[in-house]
């Protein structure tokens, strides 16, 4: 396994897993079709890859996508489900599900903090819902703190200080 940067060419490979975290429980609460249609989920990869975002795909040894990770910035007006500030990218994440528990998203995750420390970003945010413990205790463990609540969800906020990845 190993990784590379997303790349405009990623947009269909992102759309495909953002469509997997909305259905991140193995039930399928919404078609791709209806995630595109919805401006507050598909402007999370909507136009991708714009000048401020920056992501990584993890490869298989056949070079084969097992999941990405996503950075984006949104505007005051048009947040995302784990927004903080306009100034803090906001964090999308997915592995396929026959990959999960193999070290896929621990490998995304710390590539992603230190692309965003090397891009000079203060902190990261993301939103997890409840229920979803496996992803809440990964984030946990890479120093994501709760810092608010929208619905049925936190968001939480990653510093880039001295820590480690």
Known sequence: MHLREAVTDDLDLLTGLLVDTVNWAGQTRMTRAQVIALPELHHCVAGW????????????????????????LFPDDDPGYGFISHDIPELGMAVHPGRRGTGVGRLLLRGCIEQARTAGCSAL????EDGNHVARTLYERHHFRVVGRTGASDTMRRDLGAQPA
């Open 49 to 72: 890859k714009r000048p401020t975002d920056f992501g990584l795909v993890a490869l298989d040894d056949d070079e084969a996508p097992l999941g990405a990770i996503w950075a984006r």
């Open 125 to 128: 945010s993301l939103s997890v």
